[in-house]
């Protein structure tokens, strides 16, 4: 039995206790802007899809969270027993009140789907909203991990990166919540672990498989646009099937451009729908991307500076990646983040070790798209969470690059063919997972409890 063609099995090992915990022990709505998802799943679970930059929500939502409000950015602060007891009290009612929440009133429904429907069976059986968000973070993690499972089964180039990232205590955290970057992870997993498996067998896409890749890239152009450029892999020579009349690139340009227009069209939708203002900051000045746009183009000079704020911010990004939970105040010790960025880099050695001989365009494609969305993600960071002719990229955050990661993992060229050298690596890869199912609860643990 070959390590490298099990890690599927390996991953539920690893996986399927962890996001249990987390989903279990993290106090309400303590990970990454998750009280502002759970709004948006349950807008999407009442069929609300549009509509300015908040909404009306269940006043028992907020009343949960304001047993662990005093947690965030306090990581002093414990969740204490009697916090426990009274947040498992808190019922449904029909008492709702308007909320702003604008940071994920822009997403598509697509990325809130599991949630939303735990959220209909929570409430149809009475359950509190507290076993109502457990119930939401296990079914959007139980749904994400079958289908990571599922695509590591698949995907041969890229294996051993899309194991490891998938088992990062970032990636982890977000399973076990109401985010929709689970969806987002799991789908760039699916199409990717799809494409690298074609590509090593020398085959295109069947029709399945083709709309299982294009759907996966719409629901992940749909979350976050600049993932959009991901469908440039659709390009990829002999990966999309032809007909006798029509040549693949026909195909791949409609399919590819149906991607992206419905992107557009959705978020064309979403803005004439908002009718809200730019908001000037008390401390930091004015949020428009209209405006800071106009004034890049009367600037631009402004965009190195924008650059080397990005380069200073590396090892944060880094970190953040990997893994710095909760609010961004439950941090790791530095020798755990020091050990998971070499078992990085021993996945990306891996690969090149794997000996499948992918094409130089494959490569070369997939990589590029994979920089470009991911200069695509600071940029829009930079448009909508940056003031105004503002020198420094402000909340940029690791967790937006794994799906890309991921691609990235996919894109690397295999150099050598040592099949023993990369078993030994992915061996070394698995083993240092322990190290996550040690830390991880420890943090967790350590942070809201002792």
């Not at 306090?74 to 009274?86: F, K, L, V």
Request: net charge positive.
């Amino acid at each position: 039995m070959k390590l490298p063609d099990n890690l599927h099995w390996v991953f539920l090992l690893f996986s399927l206790p962890l996001v249990a915990i987390l989903a279990i022990w993290t106090p309400p709505y303590q990970s990454a802007d998750e009280l502002a998802h759970f709004f948006r799943a349950y807008q999407v679970a009442h069929g609300r899809f549009f509509g300015g930059s908040g909404g009306f929500v269940p006043v028992a939502v907020g009343q949960l969270y304001g047993y662990a409000s005093k947690l965030p950015f306090h990581p002093h602060e414990r969740y204490t027993s009697s916090e426990q007891a009274e947040a498992a009290k808190v019922q449904w009612t029909d008492t709702v009140r308007y909320e702003e929440f604008p940071n994920t009133q822009e997403y598509a429904p697509t990325g809130y789907i599991p949630q939303a429907l735990a959220i209909l069976l929570g409430q149809a059986v009475r359950a509190s909203v507290l076993h109502t968000l457990i119930l939401a973070r296990m079914l959007n993690g139980g749904v994400a991990i079958a289908l990571c499972a599922l695509s590591l089964f698949w995907c041969r180039g890229g294996k051993v990166v899309m194991f490891a990232v998938l088992l990062l205590p970032m990636t982890l955290s977000l399973f076990a919540s109401a985010s929709q970057d689970a969806t987002l992870i799991c789908c760039a997993c699916l199409a990717f672990g799809l494409i690298s498996r074609q590509a090593d067998a020398g085959v295109s896409l069947s029709v399945c498989q083709t709309l299982v890749v294009s759907t996966s890239l719409l629901v992940m152009a749909l979350g976050r646009p600049p993932y959009a450029l991901l469908a440039s892999a659709l390009f990829i020579p002999g990966l999309v099937f032809r007909g006798q009349k029509i040549h693949s690139w026909v195909t791949s340009l409609v399919l590819s451009g149906s991607v992206v227009m419905v992107t557009v069209l959705w978020w064309a939708a979403y803005l004439s729908s908002t009718k809200s203002l730019a908001k000037p900051s008390p401390v930091h000045g004015v949020f428009d991307a209209k405006l800071q746009l106009i004034n890049l183009l009367h600037h631009p000079a402004i965009l190195i500076q924008v650059c080397e704020s990005a380069i200073k911010q590396s090892v944060f990004v880094l970190f953040s990646t990997i893994g710095i939970l909760g609010w961004l105040d439950t941090v790791m010790p530095f020798t755990y983040y020091l050990a998971l960025s070499l078992v990085l880099m021993v996945c990306c050695f891996a690969e090149l070790n794997r000996g499948l001989k992918i094409k130089k365009s494959l490569s070369a494609l997939i990589l590029t798209a994979a920089l470009f969305s991911a200069a695509g993600v600071f940029f829009i960071q930079y448009l909508i969470w940056s003031p105004v002719g503002s020198p420094v990229i402000y909340n940029l955050q690791g967790r937006y690059l794994i799906p890309l990661l991921i691609v990235g993992g996919v894109g690397l060229p295999s150099s050598d063919d040592s099949p023993k050298t990369y078993r030994y690596l992915t061996l070394i890869v698995v083993l240092a997972q322990l190290l996550t199912m040690v830390q991880l609860p420890r943090a967790i643990f350590a942070r809201y409890y002792s």
